[in-house]
């Protein structure tokens, strides 16, 4: 009889193109775990236990995310004010800029501003959390971007210019290490450029207008933060990471075709020709509504739709993405998170879940998680549900 595989294992020949002792099943708790645990909902079982024993209890491998490449603020100085009163100041750090949540203060809710001042100027970004988004350990909301005027752009070149991304690999050897053979860490840069001025930088509405009355300033920091693409890929090529992604939360509704055609696709695909030679493979994190791009996306060279988020959480269903990549990408993720909620009848969950399982096939493998993840709602015995079914099917 053979030997039962570990959950790495299913994911690594999974990756490899071949089909495991079954299905790989590799989700992240984090939301889910922390939100219940500051709320004092934590089923008692798992109280004082780790998260890695959670993982264990419910037959789940767990998948995790790990930045490896923060930019560093050559000759910028950050402050962090919370509720008019500055909580710290940083001397040129390395961080993930422009949009740093681990500087939001998370204990009560509040207005943070974090200023990064530069020769050239001072940038400053607006975050805001409530009660609610505390309780279930969401991202501080992002009122103002740091490219939010016309002036702000000669800062931006200059913090740009001097800045450079960094290696930082002792997190994610730890978080491997945690690991082991239950589950992967994801190594993750930042953003394709173009989504990055879209979502982090200036915000949607005004990219647009930006990329269209002022085009000059807007190609400039465009170009800038593709040099800084390269550059985090050159890096991620010498990590020890097997999956390298590009957070990019791409939706075919702001991204449109055409546009994804101009800015994306070229990218995206010089990105997965290094990643391959570097013995990498390409991810991107895909939880967004892309029915209007699932036909180009498989021409980008892209081996992992990572927290691919099916109808009902898109347009999208997974029978018509499923058909669409039979070449590639597979999907990790796959089933929706609105099905792990009590609202959902347990038979509609058995059935919905089944025929997704029963609809891969063995030629054709994908890897399973909740998408885009577990969070407060979710119902732990229907994760560890799922662990059930694969062993019996």
Avoid at 324 to 334: C, R
Wanted: glycine share 6%; charged share 25%; hydrophobic share 40%.
């Amino acid at each position: 009889m053979p030997e039962k595989m570990t959950e790495r294992k299913r994911i690594e020949t999974v990756l490899a193109g071949s089909m495991p002792d079954r299905l790989p099943w590799a989700t992240r708790l984090e939301i889910w775990y922390y939100s219940l645990l500051r709320t004092g909902r934590l089923p008692e079982q798992f109280v004082g236990k780790s998260l890695n024993y959670v993982h264990e209890y419910l037959g789940v491998g767990r998948q995790a995310y790990c930045r490896f490449t923060p930019f560093k603020l050559t000759g910028v100085d950050c402050r962090v004010v919370f509720e008019g009163k500055e909580i710290s100041h940083l001397h040129e750090p390395a961080l993930d800029f422009p949009k740093p949540y681990t500087l939001v203060p998370r204990e009560v809710p509040g207005r943070t501003e974090i200023m990064y001042e530069s020769p050239a100027g001072t940038l400053v970004s607006i975050y805001r959390t409530t009660q609610e988004i505390l309780d279930w350990y969401s991202q501080p909301y992002l009122e103002k971007h740091v490219l939010s005027t016309d002036d702000d752009y000669a800062v931006i070149n200059w913090i740009l210019d001097k800045g450079e991304p960094v290696a930082d690999f002792e997190s994610f050897s730890r978080l491997e290490s945690e690991i082991g053979d239950n589950g992967m860490t994801m190594g993750m840069i930042e953003r394709i450029p173009f989504q990055r001025l879209l979502l982090d930088f200036m915000g949607e509405e005004r990219c647009f207008f930006q990329m269209h009355d002022n085009k000059k300033a807007f190609d400039r920091v465009l170009d800038q933060l593709t040099e800084i693409h390269w550059a985090s890929l050159k890096i991620a090529c010498q990590s020890p990471a097997t999956i390298v992604e590009c957070t990019d939360n791409l939706d075919g509704t702001m991204t449109n075709p055409d546009l994804f055609r101009q800015y994306s696709m070229p990218v995206m695909q010089e990105t997965a020709d290094t990643l391959h030679a570097a013995g990498k493979y390409f991810a991107s994190h895909l939880d967004g509504d892309i029915s209007l791009l699932v036909d180009l996306i498989p021409e980008t060279g892209l081996d992992v739709a990572e927290s691919f988020s099916p109808y009902p959480l898109s347009r999208l269903t997974f029978e018509k993405a499923y058909a669409a990549w039979k070449t590639g990408p597979l999907m990790w993720g796959i089933l929706p998170s609105p099905l792990f909620e009590a609202r959902v009848p347990p038979e509609t969950f058995r059935s919905e879940i089944g025929n997704i399982i029963d609809t891969i096939e063995p030629e054709h493998p994908q890897i399973l998680g909740v998408a885009d993840q577990a969070v407060g709602l979710s119902l732990w015995e229907r994760i560890r549900d799922v662990g059930d079914m694969l062993q019996h099917r």
